[in-house]
């Protein structure tokens, strides 16, 4: 089965700072997913990166995929109290199968 | 376009009661996934379907636990007797033929086993 390991497990920062939060397969990657949950809702999906090297952006939030396809870091420049919650990466392995990782729960202090 | 559609939104049942919660995949979609979400075990996944059919359903805890999905458009996933433990959000998720790899999730089923 996949399986993705999300690091850290939890952050705290203060507004304004720079963060990053790692998604590692121990497989190739189909296709990678960036999730963000807000306590007590849904899922809400923010990116998708399929090709080895691909980063995307969407306003503050950047994402990559590395080159071996195993490997993907999500980065948020500036982070507001907005961006505060669970982050999770979830991976299509064969096109079949989808698996979340382990989550990164993200407290923003303003 | 209406996204994967699941009801109920949320539940508060009694222990030993049967649960049944119910998701509409998007239209033309023919992979069907359905997802636990505690905050021990983080989201898992329970079991799938590809074209109606139950392709892996490893995930699922135990034999208290049943999902079918008689049509493309609607799937349920039973759980009787329900016990505390059973208490999470349940996701169901649904996707377009492998290949394109999009995947749509609900918006959730908040079960509360008392």
């Known amino acids: 089965s996949q399986e993705l390991e999300q690091s850290p ?19 190739t990657l189909y296709g990678l997913y960036w999730y963000k949950q807000k306590y007590g809702e849904g899922l809400i999906f923010l990116m998708m990166l399929q090709k080895g090297g691909e980063e995307k952006s969407h306003e503050k939030i950047t994402a990559k ?6 490997q ?4 948020i420049t500036a982070s507001q109290p907005s961006h505060a ?26 | 376009d209406a996204g994967v559609i699941q009801s109920p939104r949320h539940e508060v049942t009694e222990m030993g009661q049967e649960v049944t919660l119910r998701c509409k995949p998007i239209s033309g979609h023919n992979s069907l996934f359905w997802y636990r979400q505690t905050m021990m075990r983080g989201l898992e996944l329970l079991i ?5 059919v139950p392709i892996d359903d490893s995930g699922m805890p135990e034999d208290r636990f049943s999902a079918k ?6 799937s349920t996933l039973k759980i009787q007797p329900s016990e505390p433990r059973d208490s999470a959000v349940y996701f169901c998720a649904s996707s ?3 290949g394109v790899n999009t995947i749509y999730f609900g918006e959730g089923s908040w079960l509360t086993v008392v």
Do not use: R, W
Request: charged residues 10%.
């Open chain 2, 48 to 52: 799938y379907f590809n074209n109606n």
């Open chain 1, 9 to 27: 497990q939890s952050l705290i920062v203060q507004e304004g700072k720079n963060l990053t939060i790692n998604c590692t397969s121990s497989k």
């Open chain 1, 85 to 110: 919650g669970i982050y999770l990466c979830g991976a299509d392995n064969t096109g079949n199968q989808f698996y979340f990782g382990t989550g990164t729960s993200l407290t923003v202090i303003p």
């Open chain 1, 72 to 75: 993907s870091s999500l980065h």
């Open chain 2, 96 to 98: 377009l033929p492998q």
């Open chain 1, 65 to 70: 995929l590395d080159e071996k396809k195993q």
């Open chain 2, 69 to 74: 999905m008689p049509n493309a458009s609607f």
